[in-house]
């Protein structure tokens, strides 16, 4: 079994293990980070010490800070790509944080505000990109070829006509484990205390060894920096 997903299963068991005594709140919504978007999940446990756990999980996609894109009008049928990108990327985090209460969310007329700061693993889902390449044929007409993407081979843009079909490469999906940690403000509100609505944002630092292999032609760090926002709406049920 990988490395990652051995700390994924640490990480739930301690997580459940500490929360048999709590309020619990269950979060579906969706997320925005500097770095992509995406759809998150969060399992939330209060108790009466204003200190609380909860468990977030999150699928994002993932852009590098420098990618730009690129159209070739001369090309039949062009589409957008960004040049010189090595893969595609998709994020799968799990991670594990405490809050701490500043206000309790207890009826429609307040608002519940609470800190957080946590940590846990990711886990990155590398798709390599492949492109549509133009090229002259015996009868002097333009034929396209699809073509995984190569710096070194593929650095003219007049004879790219964009990305591949989006299946292509499906079979060479690779992945790659790595850390992040975060910290933020968390916000609930709602007419009914049972299905409550949550706003959360922060900032967040994710690591990868050797960085990540999005850009063919760019450096691609192993700490990455940014922010985050994440939309919820929720349930919440009995103490225990």
Not at 130 to 136: D, E, K, Q, T, V
Not at 187 to 209: A, C, D, Q
Request: glycine share 10%; proline share 3%.
């Amino acid at each position: 079994m990988p490395r990652i997903l051995v700390y994924f299963l640490i990480l739930i068991s301690a997580f459940r293990s500490q929360c048999q005594t709590s309020e619990r709140s269950f979060y579906g919504g969706g997320c925005i980070k500097s770095t992509g978007f995406g759809v998150a999940y969060q399992s939330k446990f209060e108790t009466q010490n204003k200190l609380g756990k909860q468990f977030d999980l999150d699928l994002t996609t993932y852009h590098h800070a420098q990618e730009t894109k690129s159209f070739n009008t001369e090309a039949n049928y062009p589409s957008p790509y960004v040049f010189g990108k090595l893969n595609k990327v998709a994020l799968l985090r799990a991670g594990y944080a405490y809050s701490y209460t500043i206000s309790k969310f207890t009826d429609a007329q307040r608002i519940g505000i609470d800190l957080i700061v946590g940590a846990g693993v990711s886990l990155a889902f590398l798709k390599p990109v492949y492109l549509n390449i133009i090229y002259p044929d015996a009868a002097g007409y333009d034929i396209v070829v699809s073509e995984k993407y190569n710096p070194v081979k593929h650095h003219d843009k007049s004879k790219i006509a964009g990305y591949s079909d989006s299946r292509v490469g499906m079979n060479e999906l690779d992945y790659k484990g790595g850390l992040f940690a975060r910290a933020g403000l968390g916000f609930v509100w709602g007419y009914f205390t049972n299905f409550p609505k949550r706003l959360e944002m922060g900032i967040h630092s994710e690591f990868f060894k050797n960085g990540l292999p999005v850009m063919g032609t760019l450096k691609n760090k192993s700490l990455i920096n940014g922010v985050y926002l994440k939309c919820f709406i929720g349930k919440r049920v009995a103490k225990n």
